[in-house]
């Protein structure tokens, strides 16, 4: 018999280019925040689990268990789970399993990367996801993957750049009232995003989320003992995850079938069987203003291809039907891989309690979803909060 | 951080703790840090399919491989297909001709710098193998504005004597003349 | 499942060689920069005491892991750059197998006034001597040549 699992704290620390604190100061400090939000100590947290995307960006093998000091996990049951871009979500479902499956009361999630200490660039630890037989003798970059992606969407449901540059414009704006903001910018205009320099067509420098340092935490708790935390809980109605084949050049890229499974294994756990109607607001991963688009799709938010004319309508604005990042997603606040949580579900959380301050949605959200996505699009990580 | 700076924005997250240091800390050495390079050199095991993908590369060839349960010609081959999860069977010569699936027109090389020249990369689907199927390669002998997806394309391959066995072995793909279809 | 082919031509590529190419730069960190920028200026190492359970904490840390609690500035205090060796080893290899020329005597020590440990090399000839218990101090570079790493430790020799 599953237990209910409610989210009764979260934390999150400045994302940045560079920061000074190691990767266990940045996770001892979004944990503290979310203990004190709480109102917990650490021995009443029972198990510990930690996202964190490649070792090769850290520079730390097994970081795990390098981190865990500063993840309050001295002593107690812990894991690290990780599947690339998709751990901002994976972490939060695993730290539910802990929790539905009656083994932990109380469990805490933390999540956190340090991208600042690849040199030259994180993008050389990132070249070591290519296959070193096929891909790697062709001297790739990363961002190549990605432009094919875009191109190949554009392409089948004829989409303008400047369309897509909506989202760009959207999510920096909707990130100034974030405290933790890398990039917000309250005068961004589409203009911008199409004058920025190309990096790789039809990508430009405005289309992307920065590399980032940052950490996030969250705490889960049981229906057993959530009464000692809050008389307002926001549970976890569903959690689905999926994944595609790494032969990613035998894929039609267009849409992302994974993130179409994983969302309708969250839905069938929520009992949601009319996505656009019943989900408030949404929190789908964008490292790219494109992905915003791809994602919803992918979530059945909207039929494929119409996620770009809702966007220009204004639909997915924080005071449109359906408000999409409100955070200001990664494009805003920064892309710390697996500390995207903070932006995730952190923010599911702080929307639903009605925490959010400048960035609330207004109205009365009851249910939202949030998603990443990683590895060679292949990983889709899909969970729904609801008060 | 003070109860000042605390409560400077109203909602959650209160505060956002850590300290942001950029470039010219470090170069100036206004923060202290430990450099390492790692030296990690790797073989990697090719396994029957891309070995024998590899020499007939080398020979000039573009081999795939045939899942009989799903009726698909696989490449790159694979020992086993991944959706039905079977071995799979022959071995079938393909073409090197295909059809642009995708393509970017990048400014930057592998380490995320500028280049002034942009390369041409995307993924090509092989004639005679399952559609969509096919590899990432490089584009040449066209200007960055003639590629188009749904193109019609062709191997240029290396010398055979400066073939190695690899997928560079094809130099990149260009247009498909009207009188070579 | 077996696959239907063995691989029998011994001349038929099998490998693929390659390498990891990326380089890293490590911050201190909040509580390491503080360590490393003193121990640049003087010849001592500085340490936190944790105010819940007292333990003085070396290397000197942001917050202690086992209370959780964050611990104040007031809370750093400076140790002698010196301590104890609680364990020791003998090395005749190096880290890539190779035998080395001179055998080399890594510590675990255990620094003065403090709960913690640094690991460092010994300086000594005498390869056969138990090591355990005896009394230590560290050699650091000149002081115009630190770097604020754990390199300004040359290496710790009996006093």
């Known amino acids: 018999m599953k237990k209910q699992v409610a989210v009764i704290g979260a934390g999150m620390t400045l994302f940045r280019r560079k920061l000074k604190e190691t990767g266990k100061e940045l996770s001892f400090l979004a944990t503290k925040m979310a203990m004190e939000e709480a109102g917990i100590q650490k021995d009443e947290i029972d198990m510990v689990v930690m996202g964190s995307a490649p070792d090769a960006f850290d520079g730390i093998h097994m970081k795990g268990e390098n981190l865990l000091d500063g993840a309050a996990a001295v002593g107690k049951p812990y894991v690290r789970v990780f599947n690339g871009g998709g751990t901002g979500v994976f972490a939060p479902i695993a730290g539910w399993w802990h929790v539905a499956s009656g083994v932990a009361d109380v469990c805490l999630v933390v999540c956190e990367e340090k991208m600042g200490s690849c040199y030259p660039h994180p993008q050389t630890a990132f070249r070591h996801i290519w296959d070193p037989i096929l891909d790697r003798p062709l001297n790739p970059n990363l961002v190549w993957l990605f432009a094919m992606e875009m191109n190949r969407y554009m392409t089948v449901h004829n989409i303008k750049k400047e369309d897509i540059a909506l989202v760009a414009v959207k999510n920096k704006r909707n990130a100034v009232g974030h405290p933790c903001a890398q990039l917000a910018d309250p005068n961004i205009t589409v203009e911008d995003v199409l004058n920025s320099e190309v990096m790789a067509w039809p990508v430009q420098r405005l289309d992307i989320s920065p590399p980032s340092d940052g950490a996030s935490a969250l705490i889960f708790c049981s229906e057993d003992v959530v009464h000692k935390f809050t008389d307002d809980p926001i549970w976890v109605a569903g959690v689905g995850w999926n994944i595609d084949s790494t032969m990613w050049t035998n894929r039609d890229l267009y849409f992302p079938r994974y993130v179409a499974n994983a969302a309708k294994m969250a839905y069938k756990m929520a009992g949601i069987t009319n996505p656009p109607k019943e989900i408030d607001f949404a929190e789908p991963y964008d490292p790219f203003d494109y992905k915003e688009l791809h994602h919803m799709e992918g979530l059945l938010l909207c039929k494929k291809g119409e996620a770009p004319i809702l966007t220009r309508e204004g639909v997915t604005q924080r005071d449109g039907d359906l408000p999409i990042c409100p955070s200001g997603g990664l494009l805003g606040v920064g892309n710390p891989i697996a500390a995207t949580m903070g932006q995730k579900v952190c923010e599911l959380y702080w929307q639903l309690a009605g925490k959010a301050g400048k960035r609330q949605i207004p109205g009365d959200p009851r249910v939202g979803v949030g998603q990443a996505w990683g590895d060679i699009m292949q990983m889709a990580t899909v969970m729904i909060l609801k008060r | 951080m003070s109860e000042e700076e605390k409560r400077q924005f109203e909602g959650y997250p209160k505060y956002a703790p850590g300290t942001h240091v950029r470039d010219k800390h470090i170069y100036n050495k206004e923060i202290t840090y430990t450099w390492w390079e790692p030296e990690v050199q790797y073989s990697w095991s090719l396994g029957p399919a891309m070995s024998r993908f590899l020499q007939e590369l080398k020979a000039g060839k573009i081999i795939g491989k045939k899942c009989n349960t799903c009726d698909r010609v696989i490449v790159p081959p694979r020992m086993f297909c991944e959706y039905c999860y079977n071995p799979t069977g022959e071995w079938v010569y393909l073409k090197d001709t295909g059809t642009v699936e995708t393509f970017s027109i990048s400014y930057l090389d592998p380490d995320a710098r500028r280049i002034e020249e942009p390369i041409l990369i995307g993924v090509i689907s092989i004639d005679g193998a399952a559609p969509k199927h096919g590899f990432m390669h490089y584009f040449g002998e066209m200007k960055p504005e003639e590629l188009k997806i749904g193109m019609r394309v062709k191997a240029v391959w290396k010398p055979e004597n400066e073939r190695t066995g690899s997928i560079t072995d094809i130099k990149y793909f260009r247009p498909l003349r009207g009188d070579e279809e | ?159």
């Open chain 3, 1 to 159: 499942m077996t696959f239907t082919e063995k691989q029998t031509d011994p001349t038929s590529p099998m490998h693929w060689r390659g390498d990891m190419q990326a380089d890293y730069l490590y911050p201190s960190g909040i509580a390491g920069d503080k360590f490393f920028k003193h121990l640049k200026e003087h010849d001592s190492f500085l340490a936190t005491k944790c105010s819940k359970c007292g333990k003085i904490l070396f290397p000197p840390r942001l917050y202690c892991e086992d209370c959780f609690e964050e611990i104040p500035e007031s809370n750093w205090i400076e140790v002698p750059a010196s301590g104890t060796v609680k364990l020791f080893t003998v090395a005749t290899i190096n880290a890539h197998g190779k035998k080395l020329e001179e055998p080399k005597v890594i510590g675990l020590i255990n620094i003065d006034n403090t709960d913690g440990c640094l690991l460092g090399i010994i300086k000594t000839t005498d390869y056969g001597k138990d090591f355990i218990g005896v009394k230590v101090k560290a050699v650091l570079k000149p002081q115009n040549e630190r770097e604020g790493t754990l390199k300004d430790v040359l290496y710790f020799e009996e006093y």
